[in-house]
């Protein structure tokens, strides 16, 4: 065997990883006059494994659930309207429901007009 081997078998055995298994989560999604509601059924997930990002105008989940014999990783993308505003996103994770609130942009919201 010579040292070729040896590094291919060595880098081999250090690159194993957990296998997971990719899930696109259940969720719904409500819209009101205040903004977007998404809710994403994640149960078995940790606050600490889950990852909620925004970036150009598209919402990224990634989530892992580790208590379960193969482990699952959940993956949601979502484009944002232009009307709503990805600066002012919140979120709960409460009982394996994830709640995402996005926001009406001002601009968007409806307003009153004084009729003169």
Do not use: C, W
């Amino acid at each position: 065997m010579n040292s070729n081997d040896t590094t291919t078998l060595t880098q081999t055995e250090t690159a194993a990883e957990p296998k997971f298994t990719n899930v696109r989560p259940v969720y719904t999604t409500h819209d009101d006059e205040t903004g977007t509601r998404l809710q994403v059924a994640l149960p078995g997930v940790a606050k600490e494994d889950l990852k909620l990002t925004v970036q150009d105008g598209l919402l990224n989940l990634e989530a892992v659930r580790r208590d379960v014999k193969t482990p699952l990783r959940y993956q949601l993308s979502a484009r944002l309207a232009n009307r709503l505003d990805g600066e002012a996103v919140s979120a709960n994770l409460e009982h394996g429901v994830l709640e995402v609130r996005v926001p009406l942009k001002a601009e968007a919201q409806p307003r009153s007009i004084a009729i003169q």
